[in-house]
């Protein structure tokens, strides 16, 4: 398993993007995650709610706060777009502000 060499999340994850591109999965656990790595993509994600369900999953539960409020591990809901508003304010390219 690569995380058991040394290297912090990060670095793992932009290895693996050289690797595979800007969008795959990642089997965290036997579940299927699905990396998008790509800030063009992600914003684009971030326009569908195709995106937006979360199941329960002890990843969300070591990297989300207690409630799983925040925009990844949140399931779709009123809480949910107001935090993607959020978020997405904060992808907005630099050229445009």
């Not at 994850?13 to 990642?26: D, K």
């Not at 971030?46 to 207690?66: C, E, H, I, M, T």
């Not at 409020?69 to 992808?91: C, I, M, N, P, Q």
């Amino acid at each position: 398993m690569q995380f058991k060499s040394g290297p912090v999340w990060h670095q793992v994850f932009r290895g693996l993007t050289a690797q595979y591109g800007p969008v795959f999965t990642f089997w965290f656990g036997g579940v299927p995650r699905i990396i998008i790595a790509d800030t063009d993509m992600a914003r684009e994600a971030y326009r569908k709610n195709d995106f937006a369900g979360r199941p329960w999953s002890y990843l969300g539960s070591q990297l989300s706060n207690d409630d799983f409020k925040d925009v990844l591990f949140t399931d779709y809901g009123h809480t949910w777009e107001a935090l993607r508003r959020v978020a997405h304010s904060a992808v907005i390219p630099i050229e445009s502000v």
